[in-house]
Structures are given as C-alpha cells and as structure tokens.
C-alpha cells in the first residue's frame, strides 16, 4: 500500500503492484483484466508475462476468469485440469487463483493468478489478494469519477465534441509543437449557414438535433489527430495539425460537400438546405500567434458569408 501510494496514475499503480506480485511472491503468472460490460467479455489490463496468446478477449462465458467475473465469486484451483471451466493457454500452468475487482458490489474486473505447481495457493492468499481487490476497486472508483469529471469539463454536452476552453488550450500546444517540429499548422472556423432561420422555423429542438447530427459528419470526417470543437451556438472549429492550406481546404470541402448532400429531418426544398461555410488559416504562413490564426480565419469566413454560404474560403 505504501509502495503504490507514491504512483500517481492508474496504470503506474498496476504496474507497480504488479512488480511487486511478480518479485515478492514468485507466480508464473499474473494478470489484471478489466470488464467491457457492452461487449460482456474481459479485455487484459495489465498482463505479465506478457505472451500475445494470453492477450485474448476472454467472453464472460468462458474460462475461470470469465466465471468469476459473471458471479463475481473468488475461487482456488488446485488443479485446473480437473476443472471444465479452465481455459489451457499454457500447458505448464497446474494451479490458479481468481478474484473479482468491485466497485460497490460491481463486478469491474478480476485478478488472475497461475502457478506451474499443483495446490499452490492457500486461504491465506485468497484473503489477501480479495482485500488488494477490494483497495483496487476504491482506487479505479476514484479514476473513473476523475476521468468522468475531466471529460465534462472539457466536452460540449449538446454535441459531444470538446468545447471552446479545451479548443484554445490544444490550440496553443499545437502551435507550440508546430514550431519544435517547422510543421504546417491549419485552422477553421466553421459556421451554419442560416441556422437561426432553421431554429426559427422548426423550433431549437429540431435545431438541436440538426446541429447534433452536423457535429457527427465533421468529426466523422476528420483525422484521429485533428480537434473539432464546438467554437460558439452554431460555430465549429477545427485544428489540423501537419496540414497546409490547400489539404485544409480539401478536408473542408469533403466536409461541405457530405452536408449539402445530408438530408436533415426538417428540411423542406422550399426553406433552402442546412449548409456551411468556412474560413481556413495557416500557421505559419498567414499567422504567427494564436489570436491572430483565429482572427485570420474569422476574417476568411466572412467572405462566404457575403458570396451567397456553402462555401470554403483561405485565408488571403
């Protein structure tokens, strides 16, 4: 407890407590696997030694592991080859101890022990690696709500994308990293075209689906290594790292083009078509600083606006 007191993330704290399981007492093998509750099957965490063969999914269904995460019952096996659950990955293994990690009386995760000797775990062990469980499950409580309470701060809750704090504050590490790197550095602000006319007519829970539905397009149309963020009521903006002006005005373009041909439920030939318009900059050809990347793009953007909207327009 002392020893993984000092570690100040999750998985350090696995890592570590997972030495000292391994050095002090001496088992051929130890494993921390996680519950993935959606797909119902147990996914390693943190496996030692680490063998490919052993990194498999294991199904809620199946194996020892897999029983104690569905009952969420610890167990001895003093002999897996006289127990049908046991799943054989490796013919040396003789023994095996499981527990289950909770949270609340939840099953999360389990701690898996094997030993290459027959009846190598006793009650006294079983005792202590359900009370390392039990101080395990407070530990990953206290991630997860940390986790939850980051990922709100950072996150638009209409769209799900980041919101405008999280926008400026990866903008300026971007920009830094474009500089260390003399990388290209591309910034757009997207707009809505007539998207108070849209919330006038249909009211702003149509609207709120529409813009919902518009937010998805853009992030499903982007690099894992770029940031969409929600910039404003019906503004986006995106930072593209390692992207010169003429690729930024390419994704935006494939962008524009996918919600001109997207048919939003409300939409009506006769109102006109929910569309956008954006403005591109570059860092650091048309911009140096973040405050004037940004203003460079606001000012691109105002040229759609006043050459009839759907349209991508960079920076001059």
């Excluded at 052993?54 to 020892?64: D, M, N, T, W």
């Excluded at 006038?200 to 919902?212: E, I, N, Q, V």
């Amino acid at each position: 407890t002392k020893a993984i007191a000092k570690e100040n993330t999750l998985e350090n704290i696995i890592k570590r407590l997972h030495s000292l399981i391994v050095k002090e007492m001496g088992y051929s093998k130890v494993a921390f696997l996680l519950l993935n509750e959606k797909e119902e099957i147990l996914e390693p965490f943190y496996i030692y030694p680490s063998h490919v063969k052993e990194k498999a999914k294991i199904p809620l269904s199946k194996g020892i592991t897999g029983w104690v995460a569905k009952t969420g019952k610890s167990v001895i096996v003093p002999d897996v080859s006289m127990d049908k659950r046991y799943i054989c990955l490796n013919k040396d293994i003789k023994s095996e101890l499981c527990v289950p990690i909770k949270i609340k009386n939840k099953v999360i995760g389990v701690i898996n022990l094997e030993s290459k000797k027959l009846n190598d775990f006793s009650d006294l062990e079983l005792k202590i690696f359900t009370s390392l469980a039990s101080y395990l499950g407070i530990i990953f409580e206290l991630y997860l709500t940390n986790q939850k309470l980051h990922y709100l701060s950072i996150t638009d809750e209409l769209t799900g994308l980041y919101n405008y704090r999280y926008f400026y504050d990866r903008l300026e590490q971007e920009i830094e990293r474009a500089k260390r790197t003399e990388q290209f550095l591309t910034v757009a602000l997207i707009d809505i075209d007539f998207f108070k006319d849209y919330n006038d007519t249909f009211g702003h829970k149509a609207g709120d689906k529409a813009l919902y539905e518009l937010a998805q397009i853009i992030k499903n149309n982007i690099r894992k290594s770029d940031v969409v963020a929600r910039y404003g009521g019906d503004e986006f903006g995106l930072i593209m790292p390692n992207t010169d002006a003429y690729m930024g005005l390419r994704v935006l373009d494939r962008i524009r083009a996918k919600i001109d041909k997207y048919i939003f439920e409300k939409e009506k030939p006769s109102l006109g078509k929910l569309t956008i318009s954006a403005g591109v900059a570059t860092f650091p050809v048309h911009a140096k600083t973040l405050d004037e990347l940004i203003t460079k793009a606001d000012s691109a953007l105002f040229r759609p606006k006043r050459e009839g909207r759907n349209q991508i327009r960079v920076c001059e």
